[in-house]
């Protein structure tokens, strides 16, 4: 079965630092883009994170730079997101997806084509 799988999330007060893990199984992801991206509630999604295939290029987005880190293992089928330094503002359903376009990578306003999703992980920052 194809499928991505997120862990690591849960609650957490501002400041600390959670590491979420995403999974994938049926397929390998080495030939993939790869991204983070969160979805607070009541709002829309927002792209957090990308990663290239090989794992040497990274983008962020302007609200997590300097405190979220990006990285695959693709030898283990999966990707990680550090997250360092956690705000208020970082509460949010967190998923994995592979990219299956990309245009504008390293500019401020990446164009991404989303083509396989995880069910995601909940990420609460509270005190």
């Known amino acids: 079965q194809v499928q991505l799988v997120e862990s690591g999330g849960g609650l957490v007060q501002p400041g600390g630092s959670l590491r979420l893990s995403c999974a994938a199984s049926?397929?390998?992801?080495?030939?993939?883009?790869m991204s983070w991206v969160r979805q607070a509630p009541g709002k829309g999604s927002e792209w957090v994170s990308a990663?290239?295939?090989?794992?040497?290029?990274?983008i962020y987005a302007d609200s997590v730079k300097g405190r979220f880190t990006i990285s695959r293992d693709n030898a283990k089928n999966t990707l990680y997101l550090q997250m360092n330094s956690l705000k208020f503002e970082d509460t949010a359903l967190y998923y994995c997806?592979?990219?299956?376009?990309?245009?504008?990578?390293?500019?401020?306003?990446?164009?991404?084509?989303?083509?396989?999703w995880g069910q995601g992980t909940q990420v609460t920052v509270s005190s």
């Open positions: 990663i290239n295939t090989g794992g040497s290029s990274t």
């Open positions: 049926g397929f390998t992801i080495n030939s993939y883009y």
């Open positions: 997806a592979t990219l299956r376009k990309v245009s504008g990578w390293g500019l401020p306003s990446p164009q991404f084509e989303y083509d396989l």
